[in-house]
């Protein structure tokens, strides 16, 4: 019996993905996905584990819908908690796989991981890796990844000239049939973390984000099709408040529900019909930053999130996580990630510069935050984007935002604020409702609270080993 085990991470989808593709398929196949067990302990420095409520349960209705397409063609199935190298290599060995397939992730911990597992696979195990999720594989970028321009626009220039986005691939038809003797299936999520389990998002934001492929089809879809709004993105991308000002596929994107050529494909045939314009031409630009960001992350190695301990959390930057600072643009912000799980670029633009070059704090705080925080959270977008503000790295130039400008730019009447901090509704409409202000927590309604997950035994550090104490 010849049986393939798939190894799945932030690749949920059956569409597009080149781990269900074979040029001859194995007699059985077993798809396995293993929740990090670390991810649930908490963060060295902050007190929080590393996956908050939202995104676990984006997670697992993620998980839930792929099953359900799994089991349509024949397949199925297992989830586990634990250490995810430990589990599959098991897995590979009690039940005879011949073949164990993994997506390459941008993440070092990943990378780490799929690197202990090949160490563990006994012999006549084979490792497949393959790209995936991007607009580009590294086989068809117009450079090696360790000659990546430092900038994007050069990036960006390189590849719009010379490179084409291969079309997405079709989600197979049946797969090969799960073994016999193998598990199937997954713990409730209740058992994994009741705080994930109950989570909902506020009432008060612009869209109710659900997980899994079809889902976010269904969002590609409303975006392009049904309300046109990618026709009007450039103009309106910087919005803060609503659903549609900029398409969200982040977390779809994220979780690998769906894959930036999926988003391509749909972009170029919405353009077939309508015609090009300038938006539709920049929603593929910021899919060239998320592809950039990624081969940044694989250029740069464990130096991405920086080489040294994260400090302790002093009152600052709680107040910052908390949306305490006074500044009711910057805590309007911080609530509605604490409660909803996502924000706008052009909030976490803010939020973050705020945090690094106002209020001094590490930048590597703010991004274990994010981790910790966002839905979307995506180790390459999230720590590339931190490190681009706060000018680490490759562009030293660092990126500071006047938050009282951005402020009365873009939420010029202070509907946002007043939208997210009740007491500032009150105050008239207009640019006074930017000035600083003291607060306290329960000026927010309902008033803010660290999400918290259950935390379990154990240690664990975003700093990957080897470079902690530097
Ligand atoms: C400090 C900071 C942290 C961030 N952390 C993350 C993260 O963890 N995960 C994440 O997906 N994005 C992250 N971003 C990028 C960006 O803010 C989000 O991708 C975007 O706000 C998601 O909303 P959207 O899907 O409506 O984006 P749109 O504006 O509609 O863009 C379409 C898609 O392009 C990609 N994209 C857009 N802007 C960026 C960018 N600057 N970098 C990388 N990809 C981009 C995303 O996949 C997005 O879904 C971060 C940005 C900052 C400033």
Redo the contacts with the bound molecule.
């Keep these: 019996m010849s049986l393939t085990l798939i190894w799945l991470r932030h690749d949920l989808r059956l569409a597009d993905n080149p781990l269900f593709q074979f040029e001859t398929p194995p007699e059985h196949l077993m798809c396995v996905y293993v929740l990090d067990r670390s991810w649930l302990t908490p963060l060295q420095g902050l007190d929080v584990p590393r996956i908050g409520p939202a995104r676990l349960r984006f997670l697992w209705e993620s998980l839930i819908a792929l099953r359900g397409e799994l089991l349509k063609r024949g397949s199925d199935l297992l989830v586990r908690v634990g250490d995810p190298e430990t589990e599959v290599a098991e897995l590979a060995a009690h039940h005879g796989a011949r073949q164990v397939r993994v997506r390459r992730e941008a993440g070092w911990d990943e990378t780490q991981a799929t690197a202990r597992l090949e160490e563990r696979l006994g012999e006549g195990v084979a490792l497949w890796q393959s790209d995936g999720g991007l607009l580009f594989n590294e086989a068809c970028l117009p450079m090696p990844v360790s000659a990546l321009p430092v900038g994007f626009s050069a990036f960006r220039r390189k590849v719009e000239r010379t490179g084409t986005v291969p079309d997405a691939a079709p989600a197979p038809v049946t797969l090969p049939p799960w073994p016999d003797a193998a598990p199937r299936g997954f713990p409730a999520l209740v058992k994994v973390c009741s705080r994930a389990a109950t989570w909902t998002c506020d009432g008060r934001a612009g869209l109710h984000f659900a997980g899994g492929e079809a889902e976010g089809l269904a969002r590609l879809d409303h975006?392009l099709w049904q309300s046109g709004a990618v026709s009007r993105?450039k103009k309106t991308?910087n919005g803060l408040l609503g659903a549609d000002?900029?398409?969200?596929?982040?977390?779809?994107?994220?979780h690998g529900c769906m894959s930036?050529r999926q988003?391509h494909d749909a972009v170029r045939a919405w353009e077939a019909q309508h015609g090009a314009n300038e938006s539709s031409y920049?929603?593929i630009f910021?899919?060239l930053?998320?592809d950039?960001?990624h081969w940044a992350a694989r250029q740069e190695g464990p130096s991405l999130f920086g080489v040294r301990r994260l400090p302790q959390a002093d009152e600052p930057f709680r107040a910052w996580c908390e949306g305490r600072t006074g500044l009711p643009f910057i805590d309007a912000a911080m609530g509605e990630l604490a409660v909803t799980g996502?924000?706008?670029?052009?909030?976490?633009?803010n939020?973050?510069s705020y945090l690094v070059h106002e209020l001094g704090g590490d930048w590597r705080m703010?991004?274990a935050w994010?981790?910790h925080a966002?839905l979307?959270?995506?180790?390459?977008?999230?720590?590339?984007?931190?490190r681009?503000?706060a000018g680490v790295g490759r562009d030293p130039r660092g990126h500071r935002f006047d938050v009282l400008w951005q402020a009365e730019r873009y939420d010029p009447d202070g509907a946002y604020v007043a939208h997210w901090l009740p007491d500032i509704a009150k105050l008239p409409a207009g640019s006074a409702r930017h000035r600083p202000w003291s607060v306290a927590p329960e000026h927010f309604s309902p008033p803010l609270t660290v999400p918290q997950v259950v935390p379990e035994a154990g240690q664990s550090s975003l700093i990957p080993p080897g470079v902690q104490g530097a």
């Design positions: 975006y993105y991308r000002f900029s398409t969200r596929f982040s977390p779809w994107l994220a930036a988003v920049w929603v910021e899919l930053w998320r950039y960001f996502w924000l706008s670029n052009r909030a976490r633009q939020v973050a703010g991004a994010f981790e966002l979307d959270y995506d180790a390459a977008s999230n720590w590339g984007n931190w681009y503000v």
